[in-house]
Structure formats: C-alpha cells, structure tokens
C-alpha cells in the first residue's frame, strides 16, 4: 500500500515538482524531500547527489553539487558547453568517479559500490547518448538486445541469431514502442539519425530500467527530427513512469519536457527550480 | 608591400637543423660503409646477373619437375594458410590482454606487449630452426614458425585497432551494467573487426611469402627445391621455382586486395 502510495505520487510529479521549487542546496541531503505538506520518504529518491565535485587533472569542472529527484520526476540538467553536463551525469551513472561528495543511485551510494554491485545498479538505469552510440556493423536486433546484458550476461546475449525467445521478443516489443520492429533486421550503420536514436532508446528501455538518463538526445539530429525523438523519449518515459534525467541545449525542450530545470554554470549548481515557474529568458542566462 | 617586408618574413632555417641534415647524411654513409657498398661491384654486376639470366632461362618446364614442383607449392600454401589461420585466431585473446583500457590491467598489458615484440624480433627463419629442433624436420616446423610469427604481427597490431576504436558503444553497453568481457564482444571486436580483416589478410600475404623461404631450413614447402636448384648449379629449375613464388605471391596480393575491397568496403 505504502508503495502504491509512493509510485501514484511519482506518477503525478508535476505537482511533486511543483512543491520542490526550492534551490536545492536549501534541502539538507539527509533529510526526507517536502513534498506539499507530505514528506516523501528517502526510498522515493532515486537519484541523489551530494555534494559532488569533479576534477580532470588540475582542472575543476564543477564542485558541490547537490540535488535528488523523486521517483517519477522529469529533470532537464542545463548550461553553456563545458560546464560539465555529461560529466555530471557519467558521475551520476558511476561511468567516471566523482572527485568530491557522494551520489546514492536507488538507494545505494556508488563510491562504496564494488564492480558487481555497480553492475547491477546500472542495469537499473537507462542511457540514450547524443552520438546514439550503436554498434554500426551489427543488426538494429542485436543492438537493443544488448540492453539486456546488465540483467543477463553472457554470450547468448553477444548477437540476436544465439538469444534467447524471451530477449528477442522483449527487444522485438521495445522496437514496437519506438516504431521500429520492421528495421531488426536492417545493419545499424544503415539507418537515418532519427532512426539511430529510436533504436538507442529501444536499447536504454528494453530492460525497463527505473531511471532514464540522456546526454542530449537530440544535439546530432534536425529539429523536427529532434522534436520526434523527445515526444517519444518522454513519452515511453511518462508511460513507464520512470525518472528522467536529460541535459539539452534546447531550452524550450528543457521547459517543455523537464518538470524541473537544473542549471550549471561557472563550476557550480546555479539554478534549481521548477519549469513551471521559469520561462526561456531565465535559461538563456546561464548560457550567457 | 616592398620585398624587404616579404624576405622579412622568411624564417631561416637555424644552425642547429644543418647539422641535423649532416648528421642524418653521415649515418646514410656510415650504414652503407657497414653493408659494404661498392660501386665497382655495382659496375661488374650486371654481366654476372646478365650470366646467370642465359644459364636460367629457358626455365625447367619438364612436366614431371612441374608436378613435383607443383606439390611443393601447394604445400607452401598449405603451410602459409594454416599457420596464418592458427596465427590470427591466436592473436584475438592475445591482443584482448595487450590492449590498454580492455579487460586487463596496465601491468599485464606491458607484459604482454613485451612478449609480442619479442616474438616480432625473432625472424621467422630463426622461428622455423628453433621449431625444426623442437619437433623436427617437415611442413609442422614451418607451420608453427609461421603461426607465431603471425601472433607476433597480428597480436599487436589487433590490439591497437581495438585501442583506437570509438569509445561510445562501449561506453554505452558497459552503461547497461553489462560485463568487460561482454562489452569488448559486443561492442569493441565489431568495431574493430574491418582492421582485423585488413590486417589478418596482410598476415596471410606475409606467410605466404615467409613459407616460400622455409624450406631453405627444412620446415617444409618449395624452399628446399630452390636451395637444392642453386646447389647443384640447376639454374634452369631454380629459376621455375622463382617465377613459380612469383606468379603465387602476387597471385595471392590480388585476391587479398580484392577480398579485402570486398569484405571491407562495402561493410563501412
């Protein structure tokens, strides 16, 4: 019961997002995220970031970032090129190790997390890439049902001729959703760009992960291409009422899609608020 | 703008790049000195080679040499295939531990890469001799010689294609929380499998070519009929296994360049 409550107020996180339109850094990490009136208890956080600092060398990237999304939310991650989007959310997945603070991925924290564990915790979450980031010489099929190897290692998940019924149909379904079944078959380096991004996203959804995370996934296709993709992306999203973190330099896709914008700029979390209660003007600023 | 702006604007070369250019023309010396270089030499060989080209030709075309030397070819290729196929299957786990960032640490890689420049050192003829001591005279001699210098190219050269391939598919699959192992199968070796095949079939034109020389030690294929050819002074059927490597060799450099256009080429 007390699940059905927590995942019907996920599925409503417009209205969560609306009552967590505070800068960030006001909300202690430790403690339980208000949600108007109702405290939303830790276990409805599936993403926090405390703290978080990144460091190349002698080069500061960001530093302090914190932040949590509740089960459900919607989050556009913005700012000017290089202030380190696609690092922050490499750190978030545990691709890179944060210099400084801690992120807790559903509920555990990954700088404590051995290889295994942070296996199965990134199985847990999805990737779209700006670049789609296929294996261009192997079938679009065998493409998605690599999106499965975090759940189920192993060889027969290598190439879609060896996988097992269930994989292909899963992967077959997830094709469906994103309106491409008919092109399993077709070499991934043969297809358009919008093409590539759907069978990306087919890939990040297939093991229907609870988080969703995209790194622009529209920078490398035209608008109306780009605008296709993000209706599907948030979508299947919506539909599976995941968590979604995305970074986009397209601010009325951030406004439009992301039920809270997150800004960075000059190595710091600058903004933190609802979309609701931004227009384009204010995002344009941190690009400025 | 006059020409004293222009020539203003001309950097002369420094003192120091002239005697680079020095240095580097008193080591070309300096090697041909050490290889023995002799331009009276060069004067008098050509009527020697003019000699030997009357005593050779016409080549031996009597059918039973033909036949005998035609076996011997085969089993060149024989040797050359087979080593070169054992060699590039070899190569593929070999390189997976030499390739930096893959699946194994930077101690193991160093290891590794030490071993398979140490195999490239060897020549293969010093191969085929270590390996006709090992497990005697014959084709199986040549063969491993063939295979291990085959490791030793490939086993390197695979692990650089696998290095410089694009990091994000593996990227990408290694965020589904899939394995190293599962990442470098399903993302990596496809990647960098066009290099591999260009590679591997260069391996293949080389162990052809090294096969054809192997007998000169006794590890099998037409070698041996050569060293026995110049031997015996039997110029004419030394020269039949000359043209006979020949016509092979650049036989097979253009079904490699064709198989490789082929294969290659319409998969990028």
Same mark, same amino acid.
């Given at each position: 019961m007390y699940a059905l409550c927590t995942r019907t107020l996920a599925t409503h996180s417009s209205t969560v997002s609306s009552v967590t339109n505070v800068i960030e850094k006001e909300v202690a990490p430790a403690r339980p995220l208000q949600t108007g009136g109702v405290f939303l208890p830790v %276990? %409805?956080?599936?993403l926090e970031a405390r703290n978080v600092g990144k460091v190349f060398g002698e080069n500061p990237?960001? %530093?302090d970032v914190s932040f949590r999304l509740a089960r459900g939310e919607a989050v556009a991650l913005v700012g000017a090129n290089g202030t380190g989007k696609s690092t922050l959310l490499r750190c978030l997945m545990g691709l890179i190790p944060a210099s400084d603070g801690q992120v807790i991925l559903l509920g555990e924290d990954t700088s404590n997390a051995r290889d295994k564990a942070m296996r199965a915790l990134r199985a847990r979450v999805g990737l779209v890439s700006q670049k789609h980031n296929l294996v261009p010489r192997l079938s679009v099929l065998s493409n998605v049902i690599h999106g499965l190897l975090g759940r189920k290692p192993g060889i027969r998940h290598w190439c879609h001729t060896f996988a097992p019924a269930a994989s292909r149909e899963a992967a077959m379904q997830a094709l469906e959703k994103v309106g491409l079944a008919d092109f399993a078959s077709r070499r991934a380096d043969r297809l358009s760009g919008g093409q590539s991004q759907r069978v990306a996203i087919a890939r990040a959804i297939v093991g229907n992960p609870e988080i969703l995370i995209a790194d622009e996934p529209c920078a490398s296709l035209d608008p109306s291409a780009g605008d296709d993709v993000m209706e599907l992306f948030f979508r299947l999203a919506r539909e599976q009422g995941v968590t979604v973190v995305f970074t986009s330099h397209n601010v009325e896709h951030a406004l439009r899609y992301g039920d809270r914008v997150l800004g960075l700029a000059d190595g710091a979390l600058k903004l933190d608020a609802t979309a609701a209660s931004l227009n384009a003007q204010h995002l344009r600023g941190l690009y400025d | 703008m006059t020409n004293s702006t222009i020539l203003l604007r001309y950097e002369r070369p420094s003192a120091l790049s002239f005697i680079g250019y020095a240095l580097g023309l008193a080591l070309i010396a300096w090697c041909l000195a050490g290889a023995g270089f002799s331009v009276e030499k060069m004067v008098t060989a050509p009527p020697r080679f003019a000699d030997f080209l009357d005593r050779a030709f016409p080549p031996n075309m009597d059918p039973k040499t033909l036949n005998r030397l035609g076996w011997k070819m085969i089993e060149t290729l024989q040797i050359a295939v087979a080593g070169a196929v054992i060699g590039v299957i070899l190569s593929i786990p070999v390189a997976l531990l030499a390739a930096r960032g893959l699946i194994a640490g930077v101690w193991v890689n160093q290891i590794v890469r030490n071993i398979l420049s140490f195999i490239r050192a060897v020549p293969d003829i010093a191969w085929a001799l270590v390996f006709v001591v090992a497990v005697g005279l014959g084709p199986f001699a040549g063969m491993l010689a063939i295979a291990i210098d085959t490791v030793g190219f490939c086993g390197r050269f695979f692990a650089d294609d696998m290095e410089g391939t694009d990091k994000g598919p593996a990227e990408s699959l290694t965020a589904t929380g899939a394995r190293k192992l599962d990442v470098v199968a399903c993302a990596t070796i496809p990647a960098a499998m066009p290099a591999f095949i260009s590679t591997g079939l260069f391996a293949l034109e080389k162990a052809v070519r090294s096969s054809t020389i192997l007998g000169l030690v006794g590890a099998g294929g037409i070698g041996i009929e050569l060293k026995v050819g110049f031997d015996l002074f039997d110029y004419p059927t030394a020269m039949t296994v000359i043209l006979m490597i020949a016509v092979v060799v650049v036989a097979l450099e253009q079904l490699s360049g064709w198989a490789r256009n082929k294969i290659i080429g319409e998969q990028r």
């Open positions: %276990s %409805s956080v599936d990237i960001f %530093s | -």
